[in-house]
């Protein structure tokens, strides 16, 4: 069969793109990589350092090459393509959380799997789901009572939702009418509460998130998620509160050790997270530890297309070692 081929399927979208640069990073064999998007693209180059690669439409005969894929598509293309995919004996890393809450399929994040494969799909846990797991480590305990409030940039919508941003600043700096399109309203200059049809991507991720936790049993069933969109292109910042108590210093010792972490807790000196200094980090920046009136806070910010690309790329590169 020759070498192992991986295809990267959405890699011309914010997703693929890190994706790509965590290849690049990982010293990968490109001559190994095929990079799928949509039929319109068929056949355009992807640049890729000095190289170019030629993106391929989805066929059959194109999928038979691979050994692995990764999913870097909306849910309602990811589900029927893993399938299809996974029929044709193709090992599947779906990104999108269509599976998240199929108890066949593993749910899988850095030192976590929620129960083994039945098939060849697995599912990769979202960013802010993986931030929690390691707290959990941290705690030594169940998150009980767990609130999470994510703030997040335009990327959540992708390379449509950065477009549309960049669109609707314009429009309102040069006093012209506002094109309302991607986002539920307008979101130059404003902020939008997670709202619209069960497709809109902030709703999405609310239900994406606590389904997660649910099925890795990370808190008790009050466990709360929710979703703000804010008018920033990339990075997001999530508030995590929890009953306990303890010592925010000895805490903030032990978040020091985990990986993907890199604390900022002076406050004071004006060192806290901030989406601005996580672009393209694919760690966490964590700080603003606090214990107080029986509850645990921390803030996270995080770059998610950067997070996930990188944590794809392990999870893709631990699978072709079985």
Avoid at 96 to 102: N, Q, V, Y
Avoid at 223 to 234: E, Q, R, T, Y
Avoid at 274 to 296: A, H, I, Q, T
């Amino acid at each position: 069969m020759g070498e192992k081929q991986l295809g990267i399927f959405g890699a011309t979208g914010v997703v693929g793109d890190q994706i790509v640069s965590a290849l690049v990073a990982a010293d990968f064999d490109m001559e190994r990589l095929k990079v799928f998007a949509s039929p319109e693209s068929d056949g355009e180059e992807f640049p890729l350092g000095e190289d170019v690669l030629t993106i391929k439409s989805v066929s059959d005969e194109e999928i038979e090459k691979l050994s692995s894929a990764i999913l870097a598509v909306p849910p309602e293309v990811a589900k029927p393509l893993a399938l299809r995919l996974e029929s044709l004996g193709v090992s599947v890393i779906d990104l999108s959380g269509a599976f998240g809450a199929a108890k066949d399929v593993a749910l899988v994040a850095e030192g976590a799997m929620s129960t083994p494969s039945a098939g060849r799909i697995v599912a990769l846990a979202h960013p802010w789901t993986q931030l929690l797991l390691w707290l959990r480590e941290v705690w030594k305990a169940p998150l009980g009572d767990c609130e999470v409030q994510i703030i997040h940039g335009a990327s959540l919508y992708g390379r449509r939702g950065l477009a549309a941003l960049s669109q609707q600043t314009a429009q309102l700096l040069n006093a012209q009418e506002v094109e309302v399109q991607v986002f539920p309203h307008r979101l130059a200059f404003n902020l939008l509460a997670a709202t619209g049809p069960e497709g809109d991507p902030a709703r999405y991720l609310e239900r994406r998130v606590a389904t997660e936790c649910g099925r890795f049993q990370l808190g008790t069933p009050e466990f709360a998620v929710s979703v703000v969109c804010a008018p920033i292109f990339h990075g997001a910042l999530a508030s995590v509160s929890f009953s306990g108590n303890g010592d925010a210093e000895a805490l903030r010792l032990l978040l020091r050790e985990v990986p993907r972490f890199k604390l900022l807790d002076s406050p004071e000196e004006k060192i806290v997270p901030m989406p601005m200094l996580s672009v393209e980090d694919p760690d966490f920046l964590v700080g603003k530890v606090r214990v107080k009136n029986g509850r645990v806070s921390i803030v996270a910010t995080a770059d998610a297309p950067a997070h996930i690309g990188a944590a794809a790329v392990r999870v893709a590169l631990a699978l072709e070692k079985r």
